[in-house]
T-cell receptor
Framework: AQRVTQPEKLLSVFKGAPVELKCNYSYSGSPELFWYVQYSRQRLQLLLRHISRESIKGFTADLNKGETSFHLKKPFAQEEDSAMYYCALKGHTGFQKLVFGTGTRLLVSP | GAGVSQTPSNKVTEKGKYVELRCDPISGHTALYWYRQSLGQGPEFLIYFQGTGAADDSGLPNDRFFAVRPEGSVSTLKIQRTERGDSAVYLC?????????????FGPGTRLTVT
């Protein structure tokens, strides 16, 4: 079964502090992993995907197959990073649906 | 260009009524997805269209839910005999590619409230 776990409902940090949003997954195979973000009053949008191996808005995420994790990290949080973050998985064998975690709300205070 | 649009943005209906939710994907996107997001949860997959056909409807919760995409563009999600548990935000997404392997672009959602 495919499952994505985000253990933290809320993560509150001060501006300039490092951030790590945790994501663990369960999938028997090689999935694609994504982070989606939803800013206040905006639609859900893709932040980054593991196959791109890129940094977006200072965020990075590394797929760790041994630990089945895909944690999202940023060394110095900004107030504009405050949003809802969802980790998502897509299977590799013709099934195109995304399986989402329950999300983590990141709150960056000044 | 225009993104994915969904209408209505809000829908309030009484238990037992029938509702239709509409999704207009990005022009040229062959893949279209419906998700449902209940309060405090992440989006949950309902159905995926490739062109006009439903390639995967494994997420539809029961036979009260049905979706169509007759011309391979606009899609309608139909819910019969609505129940209070159907209250949620219904999200539509579309993507490029015949295999649906591209990035999924989401619409703003329709908030359905069943009273």
């Amino acid at each position: 079964a495919q499952r994505v776990t985000q253990p933290e409902k809320l993560l509150s940090v001060f501006k300039g502090a490092p951030v790590e949003l945790k994501c663990n997954y369960s999938y028997s195979g090689s999935p694609e992993l994504f982070w989606y973000v939803q800013y206040s009053r905006q639609r859900l949008q893709l932040l980054l995907r593991h196959i791109s191996r890129e940094s977006i808005k200072g965020f990075t995420a590394d797929l760790n197959k041994g630990e089945t994790s895909f944690h999202l990290k940023k060394p110095f949080a900004q107030e504009e990073d405050s949003a809802m973050y969802y980790c998502a998985l897509k299977g590799h064998t013709g099934f195109q649906k995304l399986v989402f975690g329950t999300g983590t709300r990141l709150l960056v205070s000044p | 260009g225009a993104g994915v649009s969904q209408t209505p943005s809000n829908k309030v209906t009484e238990k037992g009524k029938y509702v239709e939710l509409r999704c207009d994907p990005i022009s040229g996107h062959t893949a279209l997805y419906w998700y449902r997001q209940s309060l405090g949860q992440g989006p949950e997959f309902l159905i995926y269209f490739q062109g006009t056909g439903a390639a995967d409807d494994s997420g539809l919760p029961n036979d009260r839910f049905f979706a169509v995409r007759p011309e391979g563009s606009v899609s309608t999600l139909k819910i019969q005999r609505t129940e209070r548990g159907d209250s949620a935000v219904y999200l539509c997404a579309s993507s490029l590619g015949t295999s649906g392997s591209g990035e999924q672009y989401f619409g703003p959602g329709t908030r359905l409230t069943v009273t």
